[in-house]
């Protein structure tokens, strides 16, 4: 549920008309609510109640610093996978006893600026970051708590791109490989264990994958406290899946349940580490219509956002729901007919939608492309020269944009050209 509803012919996030919005700053923009967010992250903390633990949003999945700190109030913590979203979770306000920082590849300078931080635990994901850690911390003399990603080799079943926990998946340590790393960080004085970890993709759709990859973790769990590891915590990553179309994904209680079943037992303090499920259906793209045209009886809705802005489609062939910001066509409702909704960019991919229905649009119309808060602005790039676009949060009937659009200067104003371009002559 969100609160991107149609009023009498017209979309309102919240209580502001979309296309208010939308000539005040222009298109194409992202636009949030803040009761969305708020809800879905109520929701899925009260699914949880029976589970005690902590939610670490996944930052990755939209990281402006209003989403940060909306969440961060709400009692979020973050689950961070580089130095700049640690940075943008501190400077939201998220207390670094709340921060987990995941990712195969943390550099030695990461590491070093995440233990200064005082962030809460690290998640290892080999034995060389492993060992690379404690020999960070030993330097600063601080003592990082760590867990092991373990790779449960579980399909996720989603898209082939976001699925993390088969064997070839980079992510995570196989077992009973991971047992080894255990054995090796016991022995380390500049880590300690505190967990263990899993996250096994995105999007997940089903609750039989997560009732799966539960099910080793556990056992996994059993066998690292019979040998001797104190493990407390669990954590059990995110990938609950979001409605685009018509996906049915397992509701946050579903979801709960299958926790609960299979974890109850353990005596673990929880962690769980949601990233769209919170944040994709808070967000829509606005965009316009530029032009529409026939090509070879294919009908075209050419629009002014493009894959740089929004990528989902082109790169994981995701599909959104998009709709009319006006309904209350002055013809009367008309019957919607199949368009291909399109981008402005010189690619074949840059392609939103297939044989998507719309009514007729005339030049200037907005579209709204929806469920567009989770992996959206996070991943937009300046392909062809576009700059960025803005983003706007509401509030009830206020609204702020909360980046502003990107300016052609500044989108200029990085690059310099060589000497021997400007007559100046090298150096040496
Ligand atoms: C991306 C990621 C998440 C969040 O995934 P969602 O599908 O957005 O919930 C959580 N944990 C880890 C380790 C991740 O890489």
């Known amino acids: 549920m969100d609160h991107f509803n149609h009023r009498g012919g017209e979309l309102f996030a919240e209580d502001v008309p979309v296309a208010r919005i939308a000539a005040e700053v222009g298109t194409p923009f992202y636009c949030y609510s803040d009761a969305t967010l708020r809800r879905h992250y109520r929701v899925l903390k009260e699914a949880l ?31 961070v996978v580089s130095e700049g979203e640690l940075r ?20 030695r300078a990461e590491m070093a600026f995440a233990l200064t931080a005082g962030i809460d635990q690290f998640n290892i994901e080999s034995d060389a970051e492993l060992v690379a850690l404690d020999d960070v911390a030993r330097g600063w003399g601080k003592v990082a708590n760590i867990a092991v990603r373990i790779n449960p080799n579980v399909d996720a079943h989603s898209l082939d791109g976001i699925s993390t926990g088969r064997k070839r998946d980079k992510f995570g340590i196989l077992w009973p490989a991971a047992r080894a790393t255990y054995r090796v960080a016991a022995g380390l004085a500049s880590v300690k264990v505190a967990g263990v970890a899993m996250h096994i993709g995105s999007q997940i759709t089903d609750t039989l994958p997560f009732e799966r990859a539960f099910r080793v973790v556990a056992e996994i769990v059993e066998t ?13 990553g995110g990938g609950l899946g979001v409605p685009y179309t018509d996906e049915r994904p397992p509701s946050p209680a579903e979801y709960a349940r299958a926790v609960l079943r299979e974890t109850q037992n353990l ?26 045209k026939d090509a070879a009886g294919v009908r075209m809705v050419i629009v002014d956002a493009g894959m740089n802005d929004l990528v989902r489609p082109a790169m994981y062939k995701a599909k959104h729901t998009i709709v009319p910001v006006r309904t209350d066509g002055a013809q009367g ?3 919607p007919t199949p368009a291909d909704v399109v981008g402005p960019i010189c690619e074949t991919s840059d392609t939103f939608a297939k044989d998507w229905p719309l009514p007729p649009t005339a030049p200037g119309d907005l579209l709204a492309i929806r469920t567009a808060g989770a992996y959206g602005a996070v991943m937009a790039s300046n392909y062809n020269t576009r700059p960025l676009v803005p ?12 980046r502003p659009r990107q300016t052609y200067e500044s989108l200029l104003a990085g690059e310099t050209l060589p ?10």
């Open 49 to 79: 109640a029976g589970a005690p633990g902590s939610i670490c949003y996944a930052v990755k999945a939209n990281s402006n610093l209003a989403v940060l700190r909306t969440l961060g109030e709400m009692g979020a913590g973050a689950d």
């Open 88 to 107: 943008r979770a501190l400077a939201a306000g998220i207390p670094p006893e709340r921060v987990i920082f995941e990712g195969p590849g943390k550099t």
């Open 224 to 236: 690292l406290r019979a040998d001797g590891h104190d493990i407390r915590r669990l954590d059990l």
């Open 267 to 292: 005596g673990c303090e929880l962690v769980f580490q949601p990233g769209r499920m919170l944040v994709a259906n808070a967000g829509i793209l606005v965009t316009r219509v530029t032009y529409e």
């Open 333 to 335: 409702p008309v019957k």
């Open 391 to 402: 983003e706007v949060m509401v509030r009830g009937n206020e609204f702020a944009v909360v």
């Open 419 to 428: 000497p021997w371009l400007t007559g100046g002559g090298g150096v040496g």
